[in-house]
């Protein structure tokens, strides 16, 4: 069974950036697409942006541009690079691979000033 452990949260100021971790275990996770996910308080959780297994991405139109998925099957890992943040950002963050139904605990994102 994979296990998704999401870090790199925390706060920062508008215009920042900060670099989010998807650490899988368990088994690899190369033969499968894997998404990011926010939710903001008091929102429904939204889909962020998709990497699949042979490496296409795919962005929510809030976050294209600014946003970048990315995955490296060695470490197990996908990653997700925020530039650009704006105070709207403000949410946890969870990675997930919808085919298995598996999700990170969530890391806490804060982009203010």
């Known amino acids: 069974q994979v296990q998704l452990v999401e870090s790199g949260g925390g706060l920062v100021q508008p215009g920042g950036s900060l670099r989010l971790s998807c650490a899988a275990s368990?088994?690899?996770?190369?033969?499968?697409?894997v998404a990011w996910y926010r939710q903001a308080p008091g929102k429904q959780r939204e889909l962020v942006a998709n990497?699949?297994?042979?490496?296409?991405?795919t962005y929510a139109d809030f976050v294209r541009g600014r946003f970048t998925i990315s995955r490296d099957n060695a470490k197990n890992t996908v990653y997700l690079q925020m530039n650009s943040l704006k105070p709207e950002d403000t949410a946890v963050y969870y990675c997930?691979?919808?085919?298995?139904?598996?999700w990170g605990q969530g890391a806490l994102v804060t982009v203010s000033s």
């Open positions: 990497i699949g297994n042979g490496g296409i991405t």
């Open positions: 997930s691979i919808q085919y298995l139904g598996v």
């Open positions: 368990g088994s690899s996770v190369s033969p499968y697409a």
